[in-house]
């Protein structure tokens, strides 16, 4: 697995991606910070140049097949969205307000073509938004901050919010981290390096991100979404009763171990 940036998953937590990178090396080779420059292929056989974006040293690999993940990129230009009077951003997606409606009355734009939380359940979401915008003299707002994600690697990934990083700008954070070691099921289970980490606002306690690695984590995360859709503090957690030994007792204990 090659990557151009210096780690995996550059989005996500430092440490998450780190141990990402850790599991999978057991299985695969994983080069991070180089760029692929030529792919060719002879008699079935295809063969990657490489070069290091930090020392400049270049190298060839082979194998049967090569799969790219390249990202994705508007094709509003294609569809001539700017004749209807839409307006697009600086990366030609079509941009909008909250409430979803682009710059043009009566017309509005969801999912992928915004480029904002491309996911199958965030436009899911934005459609009911729309429609009800569409349909009513009241109007309401996607809440962007809400979207969670899933990363179905092996061990899997799931976050919602913000990262420490993020927060620390603008906030007074607190900080939790649990293994799933720490929780009798992930004990059982021997999942001794996953783990789950959050991000608290020190004075009000909301949530304002929390992070997984480790089995069920797109699963385990929704009691978190749940909580900050509502508006509730990491208390509406911790103070409620959890299955004793269900696996997502790891959200108290991450909770609980805030400093």
Do not use: C
């Not at 070691?181 to 021997?190: K, L």
């Amino acid at each position: 697995m090659v990557q151009r940036q210096n780690r995996l998953l550059a989005n996500e937590e430092p440490e998450i991606a780190d141990h990402l990178k850790e599991e999978l090396s057991k299985r695969m080779e994983i080069l991070t910070n180089w760029e692929t420059v030529e792919v060719w292929e002879k008699k079935g056989l295809y063969t990657v140049i490489l070069k290091n974006l930090e020392t400049g040293y270049d190298k060839a690999i082979s194998g049967a097949k090569v799969l790219v993940a390249a990202g994705r990129v508007s094709n509003a230009d294609l569809l001539d969205v700017h004749k209807t009077g839409v307006e697009t951003n600086e990366a030609n997606y079509i941009r909008v307000a909250d409430t979803l409606l682009t710059s043009k009355k009566n017309i509005g734009a969801i999912g992928d073509a915004i480029g904002r939380q491309r996911f199958t359940h965030a436009g899911d979401m934005m459609q009911r938004v729309a429609w009800r915008n569409a349909t009513s003299r009241k109007e309401v707002s996607f809440d962007f901050s809400l979207v969670p994600h899933a990363v179905f690697t092996h061990p899997q990934i799931a976050s919602l919010g913000l990262t420490e990083e993020q927060a620390a700008k603008n906030h007074d954070i607190l900080v939790g981290r649990a293994n799933y070691s720490d929780v009798v099921m992930g004990d059982a289970m021997m999942e001794s390096e996953s783990f789950a980490k959050a991000i608290v606002e020190k004075k009000t306690e909301k949530i304002l991100g929390f992070h997984i690695i480790g089995p069920e984590a797109a699963i385990l995360i929704q009691k978190v979404v749940n909580a900050v859709a509502r508006g509730w503090d990491a208390k509406s957690i911790t103070d409620n009763m959890h299955i004793f030994p269900a696996l997502s007792e790891i959200i108290p204990e991450t909770l609980n171990n805030l400093e």
